[in-house]
């Protein structure tokens, strides 16, 4: 056999062992030469009469395998047969894993797999296929576990298949749904894998489990197999699958293809002997792959995020930039959520304050979140105190000397901001870049306080830090490249996605999600009833509803923007009946949103909503009480195709360029609707092409106004075929790199 | 077409759907061979002359299983002759069952037929024969199937009850039956239950309580609750998104009780009862089916009603009496809403909050409640309704001869 990412050899005891080596990557994945190498390797252990068993394990100190090859998924061309030949070819192409998997199963010989580091996805789906699993007891970062439905996709070599049956569906369904993954005591203890031992032993004790097993058989081959905790319509197992598509739709909102496809593998597959099980799987799984909810997850939420996290979207030229020291100007919710985010990443952090009382309660905030964390037992008391000791909590701008960065998170308020600036400026290090964490003003204008704006951007961060992965950064008039390169290495320093935009009102994304809650403050005004608006919302994918939104950034706000747009415009926002509503929401009623305690929605003490409020139909007479499905179709399309007109705006105005940016912005930052892939794939992928998304868009313009109507831009794209990936994605970006 | 005629109607009385209910001991193909037995010997028939035998059963595994119509009509030793067929329309097969027969009188298939059903609940728990909708998430996910509990729950939401108004229709219900059985209004129909030995073991509903009261209710929690708050609740607001919180105001008490029983209504044509010397009691009108939205479920009472209405060419106040199946409270209390319907002329006579729903039977069963109702107190028409199951619902119209 000559095999490329295999090691093949047969010992002394006639135990084959198979070392799974991918050469040229740190990660064994399942590329294309894997899956036809595999075969070759099952019929060898199953041909040749020396062979008694074998031993799968991998070559790689980085983990045993991370899955299918996403970026090679994909690329199938299939056009050109037709409909019933066409399904019948790409059913031979997605069966050909749990062919293998299923004919390693049934070799008749014992196979064993030492599981040396993680084992996601199709990597985990080979080891389920042996019949004996064992697992790296010393490992911390060994992770078994299917990730498929988080980016769109099903387990296709058997998993959804082969989890039940070996762990029951109660317990597997979380890891099949959720990509919830296990360590290898967890593993152990729920019956995945047979037992663990440290790494050195692992194929030692796997080869003493083949010769001990000569006769080994999955339990599913045996005739009197049962599915633990029982299969469909059994006695046991009638009111645990009836209670399944409800759970489903309530995590879910019938909005991911992927979830519905596995539990229908899993309903329809455990009726049915094994065989006819994974074919059934491979079915969905082909299905699954086809849907636009499945290309745009895939797409953004893996291949654009691991692009964008490596720098994707950085400047080639400059040399890497290391940040060892940095600053953050301002201690409120922002500054010291930053200032965490850099101690936690090693960054020597002085966290500045007006006063030594505020600059210490900055810090405090760091000191409840590892506290919070070691009590979990996520973190050690050393690396906690480490991660303290690193901010130093200041009002002296001194101490700042040397730093690489600063990161000023002080006030919406342009003096204050230019105030701090030429403060702290002086200190910063030569070449250092100061950023400004703003999510409104013009980057641009802010930086004519620095004497040195080409060193000067902006770096908006997400309220909470810690637990919002993005990260806008926009590049001003004058700021250069190497600044941009800069501040791209020190947001990937911190473990954050970084997307670039130019300075334009309101940048990218708080620009494009005020339109979700605006649609929202206009369907209020309609007299559609507000809960008809929150569910609405809420079921096409959005965190909240429209008027939860608008409750947390601030009613108060929302009307003081409202004013200032109107004003600018030259017209009184008042006269505008959603601004009339807002206007007697917060000064007549006195309602401010959630931090007053009570806005769109009454709120409990513990800060969270407890019932719409019944005051508002005093002021709006509602007028649509019942969405039946054509409604909500209507509704959905408003809130979603909103947001992403506005988007397609942001690009005819050269706001942002790249649709990964767009994609991933949009998920991470105001959490666009997930199942699609992000704004610029909802617009491409879900409606036929461009042109059918214009055609929708002009339809709601001429229904609901022209705030719907798509930009010449647009037209032109839908008139060319063009898509934004087309146009704007990352070959765009090479061709005119190079 | 012939016109059908209904010449007779019995129905065994409800015992408490559990092990300690008074009909447990007894089985189903027992139950609906009395109901055949009686209706045969107070009628004289000649069973040869009864082409066949429809009976509705909703769960129909194990004694129930295989057709238990026909079952039924060898065990009752009706003439080898009678065939038998089972059906099954969820609550209202009773029903169905007395319209398929009708039908066959209409279109000449049968000159003499005998529709009702059978449902032992304490025998073959609700639920024991599967089904798709529920776990099949193919169809249970785009027709967001809710229990109907919660369809119930959802119609009180949306129509306006508050558990004040269920619990006061349910206390309502409990005195009507109670008063009914106090009068006697159901003797002509109830035929006792004998067992093995041939003593009477049952002669009266079950679960009649007559000294019901809004406190005794009170106490009683709401039961689709927790199915509600786990995940039901969500998906109905999928379907239903102006709802934005379920009241749950159903519970045991104002809702249709578990009993088991059988019921048998004799349809024929006019020229078969004269030759059988049979004087008929009423005359079937007319009959309609009709699909509703399934997660709300348990609307189709109004839609079936409009339907079979403007079929007969009929208008609401064309009806003396309504018998529409106590489900739960809020089924009957939205169709004498959407129909402005007094309930002096609903459920007169109480109904299955206070009698209970033997699922195949009950169709049959309330058929001959109103029709005696009718004969009582000398009125000329009848609509009797129920809800169905994954959103349907079935009518028929009768009025006396």
């Known amino acids: 056999m000559n095999l490329e990412t295999f090691n093949y050899s047969v010992d002394a005891d006639g135990v084959a062992h198979v070392v799974f080596d991918v050469p040229g990557r740190s990660m064994n994945t399942l590329t294309a030469k894997v899956m036809a190498e595999l075969p070759q390797i099952v019929a060898a252990i199953r041909d040749d009469a020396n062979v008694k068993g074998a031993v799968i394990t991998s070559g790689k100190a980085s983990g045993f395998c991370a899955g299918a090859d996403l970026g090679e998924m994909g690329s199938r061309d299939t056009s050109g047969m037709s409909g019933d030949e066409r399904l019948k070819a790409e059913f031979e192409r997605g069966f050909s894993l749990n062919r293998t998997l299923r004919e390693l199963e049934t070799c008749g010989k014992p196979v064993a797999v030492a599981i040396n580091g993680l084992a996601l996805g199709g990597g985990l789906e080979v080891c389920l296929a042996a019949h004996y699993r064992i697992a790296a007891s010393d490992n911390p970062r060994l992770q078994l576990g299917l990730p498929e439905a988080k980016v769109g996709l099903l387990p296709g070599g058997g998993g959804t298949q082969r989890l039940p049956r070996l762990i029951g569906v109660m317990a597997a369904a979380p890891m099949l749904l959720q990509g919830q993954s296990q360590t290898a005591e967890k593993a152990k203890a729920m019956g995945i894998i047979h037992d663990t031992a440290p790494t050195a032993e692992l194929v030692e004790k796997a080869k003493a489990w083949v010769l001990a097993n000569p006769n080994a058989k999955a339990p599913w081959d045996e005739p009197k197999f049962r599915v633990p905790g029982g299969a469909p319509h059994t006695p046991a197992g009638a009111q645990l699958f009836s209670m399944a598509p409800a759970m489903l739709t309530k995590e879910t909102n019938n909005n991911y293809p992927a979830q519905e496809n596995i539990l229908k593998c899993v309903y329809e597959g455990l009726q049915m002997p094994f065989d006819a099980a994974i074919r059934i799987e491979s079915r969905y799984f082909l299905k699954t792959a086809a849907t636009p909810q499945s290309k745009g997850m895939i797409r953004t939420l893996f291949l654009s995020m691991q692009a964008l996290g490596k720098g994707a979207s950085r400047p080639v030229g400059p040399a890497p930039f290391e940040v060892k020291k940095a600053a953050v100007l301002g201690a409120g919710l922002m500054g010291a959520g930053i200032a965490y985010e850099q101690a936690r990443a090693g960054i020597e952090t002085v966290l500045v304050d007006v006063s030594q009382e505020s600059a210490e309660k900055g810090k405090a905030y760091s000191q409840r979140i590892v506290d919070k964390d070691v009590s979990r037992g996520k973190l050690t008391r050393e690396k906690a105190d480490a991660i303290l000791a690193r901010i130093t909590p200041t009002t002296d701008y001194s101490a700042i000397a040397g730093a690489d960065i600063v990161v000023e998170a002080v006030y919406e308020d342009p003096d204050l901001k230019a105030r701090v600036t030429r403060m702290a400026e002086p200190h910063l290090r030569e070449g250092g870049v100061f950023g400004s964490n703003t999510s409104t003003l013009p980057i641009t204008g802010l930086s004519a306080a620095s004497d040195k704006p080409e060193n000067y951007i902006g770096i908006h961060f997400f309220s909470p830090v810690e637990r919002m992965g993005l990260v806008e950064i926009i590049v001003g008039d004058k700021t250069s490249q190497e600044t941009l390169a800069k501040a791209i290495d020190y947001v990937i320093a911190i473990r954050k996605t970084p997307i670039v935009v130019n300075d334009f009102r309101g940048f990218y994304t708080s620009r494009c999600f005020g339109t979700y809650t605006q649609e929202g403050m206009e369907m209020l005004a309609e007299g559609i009833a507000p809960a008809i608006i929150e569910n609405v919302g809420r079921q096409a994918g959005m965190p909240m509803g429209p008027l939860e939104v608008s409750d947390s950034v601030g009613l108060d706000t929302a009307l003081k923007i409202g004013k200032q747009m109107a004003r600018a415009n030259g017209t009184e926002y008042t006269n505008d009946p959603k601004g009339a509503l807002l206007d007697w929401v917060v000064e007549a009623q006195g309602r401010a949103g959630r931090k007053a305690g009570k806005g769109f929605y009454d709120y409990g003490s513990d800060g969270k909503p407890t019932r719409l409020w019944q005051g508002l139909g005093d002021k709006i007479e509602v007028t649509v009480n019942e969405c039946p499905p054509e409604m909500k179709k209507e509704l959905t399309h408003r809130l979603l195709v909103r947001q992403a007109i506005e988007v397609s705006r942001c690009f005819e105005e050269g706001v942002i360029t790249d649709a990964r940016d767009a994609d991933v912005g949009s998920i991470l930052a105001w959490g666009f609707a997930p199942w699609t892939g992000g704004c610029c794939s909802y617009m491409d992928l879900f409606w036929g092409g461009l042109r059918g998304f214009v055609a929708e868009a002009d339809r709601l313009a001429d229904a609901h106004g022209e705030r719907f109507r798509p930009g010449q831009m647009l037209r032109d794209m839908a008139a060319s075929g063009e898509t934004f990936y087309s146009r704007f994605g990352p070959d765009m970006k090479a061709a005119a790199a190079a | ?401």
């Open chain 2, 1 to 401: 077409m012939a016109e059908a005629y209904i010449y007779d109607a019995v129905r065994t009385p409800r015992g408490k759907g559990k092990s300690n209910g008074s009909l447990h001991e007894i089985t189903a193909l027992s139950l609906a061979t009395q109901v055949l037995e009686a209706i045969r010997d107070r009628n004289n028939l000649d069973t040869s002359k009864v082409d066949d035998v429809i009976l509705g059963c909703v769960s129909p595994v194990g004694e129930q299983g295989s057709d238990i119509a026909r079952i039924a009509v060898l065990n009752a030793e009706y003439a080898e002759t009678t065939a038998g067929v089972q059906v099954d329309r969820f609550c209202a097969s009773g029903l169905e069952a007395c319209n398929i027969a009708a039908a066959k009188v209409m279109t000449g298939e049968a000159d003499m037929a005998i529709g009702g059903g059978v449902e032992a609940m304490s025998r073959v728990p609700m639920g024991s024969n599967g089904g798709a909708w529920s776990s099949d998430p193919s169809v249970a996910i785009k027709t967001h199937f809710t229990p109907q509990g919660v369809s119930a729950d959802l119609i009180a939401t949306k129509y306006g009850f508050s558990r004040d108004d269920v619990d006061a229709y349910a206390v309502e219900s409990q005195k009507r039956a109670a008063q009914a059985w106090a009068e006697g209004r159901f003797s002509r129909s109830v035929v006792p239950v004998k067992d093995q030995m041939g003593a009477i073991i049952l002669g009266h509903d079950e679960t009649v309580r007559g000294n019901t009261t809004m406190q005794s209710l009170a106490a009683l929690n709401p039961a689709f609750q927790m199915m509600g708050d786990m995940a039901f609740d969500a998906v109905i607001k999928q379907r239903y998104p102006e709802v934005e919180k379920v009241n749950h105001v159903h519970h045991a008490g104002n809702s249709s009780g578990i009993v088991d029983g059988a019921s048998a209504v004799l349809i024929g044509s006019k020229a078969m009862g004269e030759a059988l010397g049979l004087k008929p009691r009423a005359r079937i009108k007319g009959f309609a089916s009709i699909g509703s939205e399934p997660s709300i479920m348990l609307t189709g009472p109004e839609f079936v009603t409009a339907k079979v209405l403007k079929k007969l060419g009929m208008d609401k106040g064309d009806i003396d009496l309504w018998e529409l199946n106590e489900a739960f409270a809020a089924v009957v209390m939205r169709l004498m809403q959407a129909f402005d319907i007094d309930h002096d002329r609903m459920n007169v006579n109480g109904g299955a909050i206070a009698m209970g729903h033997p699922l195949g039977a009950t169709g049959a069963m309330i058929l001959g409640t109103v029709m005696d109702e009718m004969e009582r107190s000398d009125k000329e028409t009848a609509l009797i309704t129920l809800c169905v199951g994954a959103g349907m619902g079935t009518a028929t119209v009768i009025e006396r001869v």
